[in-house]
């Protein structure tokens, strides 16, 4: 979107003068942990315009860790185009080694704005030669191809029926490269009467998109509605079901661009409905290359990253969540269960009264008798605030009663973003904690004969404080008592001198842990701390960076800690 339509920014500005109000009653999430929605697709975790030629420089740190879906990118850009940046080919080679795709943006090959169309002979002229070029790239990573951007606003009736146009890019496309997927029509918001017609023409033209396409640019209420009434109106027109993108979405608040809690309203109900992909905006940020907004700046991460990288963290299959109102911009939230990693990950936010039950139903078997329950947020400020990263609200065991928990959330509010993680019970008589098994970031787990298990986490090796990027495991343990324990460290140090990590746990001080040279990485010794720890559920953390620390020195790996 570059401009929307005046009368429908009219409507929206004056929406967003409005602040966020809390819902009259107490919110309730209904999460059925046995409806499966879909395999997991992290449909929502693309960007408009997202990434460029250059931003942001660290693909593998700041884009990957997302598991990126679609980025929608100018077919063209610099001098004499629409945008000055961000070409699609360019950027679908920076994308090569992640999940994403870039949809190919035709109409930005004009500048102005509405389009300064130049005439069908050009433009399919110039639409033959992005297809050259893409082909040529060699690239796979392609979504589709884009015919125009908010016909409904950018389409002039001097340049002809916006239909004929559509028909005639639509064949030759088809005929310079058959395989791929065209989309459209990208109005700037839904309109039933208008899609009835575009659909109807290009049913009896055969010219149906391969991917249908509209803007979702409101403050949320009507975007399940929009998405069963598109669905219905297929229905009536005979036309199977078409893959949606909404490939640009944000809040009224365009402040709020990228917010973790307005953004959970939209993917959840993406996700409810099987929208197939579905990109932020950033027009509201004014600078391309920052993922929507879930940037701070160009190298470092708001609120927002971390929101979408616990969404890209979703592994497994999609369930049901129900929430207080479908057609509202109360709270709502998105969940999938992983049998075969043996977890349960819910992600919720929007307006609410501050309270918020999350009523769990049909817990999986492998959860056990008893479920262990951490509560996690990342709070927002701005879009332009750096975020270091989520913080532990709450931890403990519930027990399962007839297939169901219920977990209470209080101090909500309408833009932070919320976490909840469900773990199979954890005995207090348990004492060995794997580090392989516990929550793991920014490091990976490797194998060993020497290992407990086999396994053990290596590569912990950030403290930056900028980005921010940190390196930490999380281990959730489980005591009878409140008092101190000894707690033994199996790690390796192959560095040849001593190295360091900082310790702390329940999201208290920080404290320094050593870390003696071993004989090498792989071969594990021991030392023994003490920790302070409460009865029941603890969160312990060890860390070359994390939140609150940076000191890490070295580098150490972790085999497993023992509570004695």
Partial sequence: MKRAAVFLLGIIMLVSMFPYTNAAAASTLSVDLGTTLRPVTHCASGS??????????????????????????????GSGYQQPIGAAIPVAGRLSGTTGKVMIRLADIFPGWPYNFSGMTNWL????????????????????????????GTWKSSNGSFENMWSQTFSAIRAADPGAKIIGPSYSYYNHSRMSSFL???????????????????????????????????????????????????????????????????????????????????????????????????TQKGAGWWFYKWYGDMSGNMVSVTPPNDNSDQVDGFACVDDSAKYVSLLFGGINDGSVNVVFRNIPSFIGANATVKVEKVSWTS??????????????????????????????????????????????????????????????ISSGSNASEGRYVAQIDYNDTTMPRYSFVDFTVNVPTTKTYTMTIRY?????????????????????VNYPATAGWGQFGSVNVSVNLKAGINIIRLAKG???????????????????
Wanted: with cysteine; net charge negative; hydrophobic share 35%.
């Fill in 492 to 512: 390796a140090n192959g560095t040849g001198s001593t190295a360091t990590q900082g310790l702390a746990y329940n999201n208290g001080s920080w404290s320094t």
């Fill in 48 to 77: 408009l315009y997202g990434i460029t030629e250059t931003i942001p420089a660290n693909i593998s740190a700041l884009v990957a860790p997302l598991k990126p879906g679609v980025f929608t990118n100018p077919a063209r850009a």
């Fill in 125 to 152: 002229n110039s639409v033959r030669s992005v297809i050259a070029d893409k082909k040529a790239s060699g690239y796979s990573n392609f979504y589709g191809y884009e015919i125009w951007n908010e016909p409904d």
């Fill in 383 to 444: 879009k332009d605030t750096v975020s270091a990263g989520p913080l532990t609200v709450t931890a403990g065991n519930y027990p399962v009663t007839n297939g169901q928990i219920t977990v209470p959330v209080t101090g909500c509010n309408g833009t932070d973003g919320y976490r909840i993680y469900i773990t199979p019970g954890i005995s207090n008589t348990q004492v060995r904690y794997e580090a392989e098994k516990a929550a793991i970031t920014e490091a990976n």
């Fill in 200 to 298: 109807t023409y290009c049913k009896a033209n055969n010219c149906l998109p391969d991917i249908i396409c509209w803007h979702e640019l409101s403050s949320n209420t009507s975007t399940a509605s929009n998405l069963r009434d598109y669905r219905a109106l297929e229905t009536s027109l005979g036309i199977a079901a078409i893959p949606i993108s909404i490939n640009e979405y944000c809040d009224t608040d365009h402040a709020k661009e990228g917010a973790p809690g307005p953004s959970a309203r939209f993917i959840a109900k993406f996700e409810r409905y099987k929208v197939d992909s579905a990109c932020i905006t950033w027009w509201w940020t004014g600078a391309p290359g920052r993922l929507g907004s879930l940037l701070a700046s160009n």
């Fill in 546 to 564: 994390s939140p609150g620390f940076s000191g890490g020195t070295g580098y150490a790996e972790l085999d497993y800690i023992e509570i004695n």
